[in-house]
């Protein structure tokens, strides 16, 4: 692994910027922690993955100013702190990262804890939902599973899979039906692609959670489930993380929708004008079809009967089961039409 020293000022932002930005410098610079800096290059606070989430919940946008989302309490170390009882303190408060920090408040270096440079593997199952026939995707799913059509050279399937197996998963149960054949014969074992696949196979269809109840898994530790048809650069591993921390049943992975209505709204009390919103935006958050599950969640299904995953979220909810969402910020898009799955080849 390189010296820390060499690139921490990659994660370097000015307290100007804006949420984009801070995401941008995430992803840049692989360090998982923004250290946000004022106009005298002072450090004020920092920045994770979870609390640009936090953020998002808030209904703040992406666009709006860090200021808001800043941990200005952040732990830190002076300049003489030995690395031994900085990776103890990491350890101990669970984080991994501490900012090195001089008496002039300047930034003068960043401990790493060392679990971060180790490749990680994760035994939890990821369960992917390949069994849907893409009536939209037609004629392109007239003889081709839509979890099979190809994505720059290669199908949805195994951009998913892959994208899985480099944050250390490496079992994976393929729910399968329409054309499942092929899948099969594609995947196999999953020997190929140096990871563990089974299959659990529809007789008919039981929608994107109704499969699950024909699981037969042999450990009580949470799951990953994701929709076949879903590409996205989510880390699957903060999603399970995230689950595990909150002590959740079930944890659906959100996207922040915007739309801009393209006229001025005129506020209205009867005929009595109140006010004027100039082209507002409207926010919503919309489920991006990937969720971490609990073994307690699959109680709450009827075997071999049709399910669809805002169902089972629904039983939890009457039950007073703890729902909860994660928000996303990182690129996904819902392979679902023709349009999708040419906007998909081209990116």
Known sequence: MKNSEQFWQKSILKLDSSIQQAISNLNNSGLKIVLVVDDKNEFIGTI???DIRR????????????KNII???????????AKESALKLMELNQIFQIP???N???IVGLFLRHSIAVEYKRNNIMVIMAGGIGKRLLPHTENCPKPMLEVSGKPILEHIIERAKSEGFKNFILSINYLGEMIEDYFG???????????VREKKPLGTAGSLSLLNLKTEDPFIVSNGDVITDI???ELLDFHNKNNSTATMAVNLYEWQNPYGVVGLDGIDITGFDEKPIHRTHINSGVYALSKDALSFLEKDSHCDMPKLFDRLLAKSEKIIAYPM??????????????KANKK
Not at 71 to 81: N, S
Not at 189 to 199: D, F, M, P, R, W
């Open 100 to 102: 090195i920090i001089n």
């Open 329 to 342: 910020h990182e690129p996904w898009l819902d392979v679902g039409r023709s349009a999708d799955l040419n």
């Open 55 to 66: 953020g998002l919940l808030a209904n703040l946008s992406i666009n709006d100013a860090i």
């Open 189 to 199: 074992t999953g020997e190929k692609l140096g990871v563990n696949i089974e299959y």
């Open 48 to 50: 994770s993955d979870g």
């Open 71 to 81: 941990h200005y309490e952040a732990l830190v170390v002076p300049p003489e702190f």
């Open 104 to 106: 002039q408040k300047n």
């Open 235 to 237: 880390r699957y591993g």
